[in-house]
Structure formats: C-alpha cells, structure tokens
C-alpha cells in the first residue's frame, strides 16, 4: 500500500527532511521534532501521537525522499579521541604483542547472526556464544527504524563477501509483544535486503515452558519471560542451536593457526616469518 500522508503531515514532512539535510551531519527524531516545534507550531504532545508515526511511515515508505536511514537512532556512547602510543617506538614495540586473528567465518558453511529481544539479556549471550563468534544483535525490545536497515545491508555484505548463506536466529519472550516484535523486524529487513536469508525462532517456544517446566508471567497466564529459564537451560538453548549451524572443528583449526603464526611473530618478527607464513599460504595450509 503507498502512503499518502495528509495535506498538514506532508507540508511538515517536506520542510523537516529539508532541515535534516541541511546540516552536515546526520540528526535524531528529536533534532528533527524539536526544529518542527520551533518552526511549525508543533507542541510536545505532538511528539508521540502525530511526528513519530508520520515520519516512521515516511521513512518505511521512502516517501518523497525520506529512508530508513535517513535519521540516526538516539544512543548515548562515549567517544574517545586523541588517545595513542608516546613514542613511534613504542608503536613499534607494542606490533610485536599482537595477536594473529583469522576470519573464523571463512571456515563455515553458513553466516551465522544471533538476535535477542532485550539489552539486559546482553551478557547472557556475550558469554554462551564467544567460542562459536558469531555475530550478536540485541534489539532493546521492538528494533528501531535506522538498526533494521543497517541489518539489512550488514546482510547484503555478508552474502557477497562470503558467498555464502546468511541465517538469523532469534531468542526471545514467549509473549504477545515477544512474538511481535521479531516478527515486525523480518518484515521490515526482507523488504529492504536485496537477498535472501533465513530466519528461525528458537526460543522461547511452547515446547520449552514443557520441558522445564516454566512459571509464567503472574500477571499474565499464558505467557513467559526468557528470565524464567534457569541458566543451564539457557545455556543449551543457545549454544545447542548454534552446535546444530557451525562447523566446530573449523574453529579449532583456525584458531590453532592462529596460535602457531602467532608465536613465529613474537619469536622471529616480521623478517624471521614472512618466509613461513607466506610459504603456507601458496600451500594452503
């Protein structure tokens, strides 16, 4: 279906993506509302029932110009600038206590992204699936706008640099809002990526609140939290799933690679090595 934004919606429309424009960096939905404020008679209570579904629909639809990622979500991070070695010769001497790192998804049959519903859940993830590095992307409940598009060209790349599939699987409550949300997210990223890729739930899902016998949310019978999984169960969850999609010995030997070049480096440095190295690669070891 096209949008078709009312008369008043589009004239405010027009005239905000002329200010974000405007400016040579890229602004939030707040920049954005509070310029509307100032300039088009809008008052703060305008923000959530009127600015944000007309621009959230303007830039799902790429209507008149707007685009997913034509604003930038409203993160907080700290950036840090002007920081590095004292001397030339320390930058030398630090080169020497590097480690060799290999791209250990050159070594798999698929690309492996795992998506989980809320922040909190972030360390819990982090921990169970360092050793299988696959790439992690927490949603902080339903994903805005700018992360779905960039998900969906993160896709893209993986797909035409490793040519190989790219499969997402996705944790989560066993709620309302938790099958919502991953559900709202697929739509959005199948419309925008240019390729395919496959999408699977993994849990929470019916047959898990049987198996371990989960509480449900008091307040709401019949639905249930990821928190009511006990951390064992947790951990077989995820790191079952991703046993079942990655080639575990491929790991290994990449990481022992790894290993091995890297103590050539430290040992011999560039000159003593590059003759190793570079003699195993015409090999193909």
């Not at 604003?71 to 840090?80: A, F, G, S, Y």
Request: with cysteine; hydrophobic share 35%.
């Amino acid at each position: 279906m096209v949008y078709r934004p009312q008369k008043n919606a589009a004239e405010i429309l027009t005239w905000c993506l002329e200010q974000v424009k405007s400016v040579p960096y890229r602004v939030t939905l707040r920049w954005a509302f509070y310029r509307a404020m100032q300039s088009r008679g809008l008052i703060k209570e305008d923000y959530r029932t009127r600015f944000k579904p007309w621009v959230t629909r303007a830039r799902k639809n790429f209507w008149n110009g707007w685009a997913p990622d034509t604003l930038v979500d409203d993160t907080r991070v700290i950036v840090k600038r002007g920081f590095g070695y004292e001397t030339p010769r320390d930058w030398i001497d630090g080169l020497r206590n590097e480690e060799c790192v290999l791209d250990k998804r050159l070594a798999q049959p698929k690309i492996i992204i795992v998506c989980f519903e809320a922040m909190a859940m972030f360390s819990q993830f982090d921990h169970y699936t360092k050793d299988f590095f696959v790439t992690l992307v927490p949603f902080k409940g339903d994903h805005t706008i700018e992360p779905k598009w960039n998900l969906a060209k993160y896709i893209e790349y993986l797909h035409e640099h490793y040519g190989k599939p790219v499969k997402i699987l996705y944790f989560g409550d066993l709620d309302l809002k938790g099958k919502q949300i991953p559900k709202s997210a697929e739509n959005d990223i199948r419309r925008w990526c240019k390729v395919d890729f496959e999408w699977v739930r993994v849990g929470l899902n019916e047959e898990h609140t049987k198996r371990w016998t989960l509480p449900d949310n008091p307040k709401k019978p019949g639905e249930y939290q990821w928190e009511a999984l006990d951390d064992e169960a947790a951990r077989e969850l995820i790191q079952g799933s991703l046993e079942r999609e990655t080639d575990r010995n491929a790991i290994v030997g990449v990481l022992q690679r790894e290993k091995e070049t890297t103590e050539l480096w430290r040992n011999k440095g560039w000159n003593g090595i590059k003759t190793d190295i570079f003699s195993s690669e015409v090999k193909g070891v």
